[in-house]
């Protein structure tokens, strides 16, 4: 499980994030550390009263979530500059705070896929890249195509809040 992210990054990055999410509801969910006592195995298969460790720090799902999923990731260092391509999957709630260097970045997403409501905040002196399906038309001043096929990339301002309707994620 500690090493598990390699293979949730690059499902995500070749846009599968359904995947990612179901192998989070039958694999990991199902792990007997996390039925048992809410903490995360260092091993797929852990025996009780061994040298198995129960409450192990695999946080493979915690970064796939902020990298993958809300996919938060620095373009320049000190986060001068932020990528998000958000990819929710069928989860009809996301919410989390990104810190970073610059400051916290508050992402939400709400709603199903095709009626979806993304919240983003970026802090000030921060600038922001949003990659979305090219299907997604959003008011907001359009960059490069997206480096993922079949996406476009749009600029975001920091310091302030935005909302936006998605259609198409």
């Known amino acids: 499980p500690a090493n598990a992210g390699w293979h949730m990054w690059a499902l995500a990055k070749a846009g599968r994030i359904d995947e990612v999410l179901d192998e989070w509801r039958e694999r990991w969910f199902s792990m007997a550390s996390v039925q048992q006592n809410n903490t995360l195995q260092e091993a797929w298969r852990v025996a009780p009263d061994s040298g198995s460790q129960w ?29 998000i391509r958000p990819q929710p999957g069928d989860l009809e709630r996301v919410d989390l705070t990104a810190n970073t260097v610059k400051g916290p970045i508050r992402f939400q997403s ?12 970026l802090p000030e002196g921060m600038e922001g890249v949003l990659e979305v399906p090219e299907r997604e038309k959003l008011e907001l001043p359009q960059l490069e195509k997206g480096r993922a096929a079949g996406t476009r ?13 998605l259609k198409v994620l």
Do not use: K, Q, T, W
Not at 110 to 121: F, N, P, Y
């Open 110 to 121: 709400e709603g199903a896929r095709g009626d979806r409501r993304l919240i983003l905040h």
């Open 153 to 165: 990339r749009y600029r975001l301002e920091g310091g302030r809040e935005g909302s936006l309707r």
């Open 55 to 83: 409450s192990h720090i695999p946080v493979a799902p915690l970064y796939v979530l902020f990298m993958s999923v809300a996919g938060i990731r620095p373009l320049e260092p000190g986060f001068n500059r932020v990528l």
